[in-house]
């Protein structure tokens, strides 16, 4: 089974700072995508970036990259020059490419507050 | 209007009770899921579906109970509501696997009372 964990409860950022939120994931099968999504106070579940456990890149969407680091089994998120719009909860999630539909498996989120 | 909706967005009901979560997708994307958030568990799958009339369980599908008879509707029903499903409720949808994003409802909030 697979298996996502999110080590940073919570961040305090100063607005204009880069922040790399931490993920780690566990899966024993070789093809599978990482994805973040944010949360706003809102509620609703945005998606931000997508990685592919082939891609030899790391993904980038604007002011998000991700930092894929295989051999880790990391998959950092980080955001350019934050803004204070950023301020939500963040899930990173993975979901195998083949062999069942089996749904996104999330972590438990970082609460992240950028600060005036 | 395009995209996944869920309803109702809010919903109390008591102990016992049978209650139904609507989710509704207009892009005919085959995959479907329920999951449930709660305080510091972050998402949990409920069931999923692969296509009309496929479903599955998920990591905590006890006390559910799920039907796809057309590709666009996923209900999800709570045979007889418990306390502990009081929770956040989101259905998605996603047309392929893997490498494709899931697109998410607003969310039920259902409280057990």
């Known amino acids: 089974a697979q298996k996502i964990t999110q080590t940073q409860p919570g961040m305090f950022v100063q607005e204009k700072e880069a922040v790399t939120l931490d993920c780690t994931y566990d899966t024993s099968d070789p093809s599978y995508g990482l994805f973040w999504y944010k949360q706003p106070s809102s509620g609703e579940m945005i998606f931000l970036i997508y990685q592919g456990s082939y891609d030899q890149q790391n993904a980038t969407e604007g002011r998000y990259s991700l930092n894929f680091q295989k051999a880790r089994k990391s998959a950092n998120l980080v955001i350019s020059a934050s803004q204070l719009g950023d301020s939500a909860m963040y899930f990173c999630a993975m979901r195998l490419s083949g062999g069942g539909a089996d749904g996104l498996t999330f972590g438990k989120g970082t609460h992240l507050i950028i600060q005036p | 209007d395009a995209g996944i909706t869920q309803s109702p967005r809010y919903k109390i009901t008591e102990t016992g009770r049978q209650v139904t979560l609507m989710c509704h997708q207009t892009?005919?994307?085959?995959?479907m899921f329920w999951y449930r958030q709660d305080l510091g568990h972050g998402l949990r799958l409920i069931y999923y579906?692969?296509?009309?009339?496929?479903?599955d369980k998920g990591e905590v599908p006890d006390g559910y109970v799920v039907s796809r008879s057309k590709t666009e509707n996923f209900p999800l029903t709570l045979e007889s509501a418990t306390r502990s499903q009081t929770s956040v409720y989101f259905c998605a949808s996603s047309d392929g696997l893997g490498n494709t994003e899931a697109f998410f409802g607003q969310g039920t909030r259902l409280t057990v009372v």
């Open positions: 892009w005919s994307h085959s995959y």
């Open positions: 579906s692969a296509a009309a009339d496929i479903t």
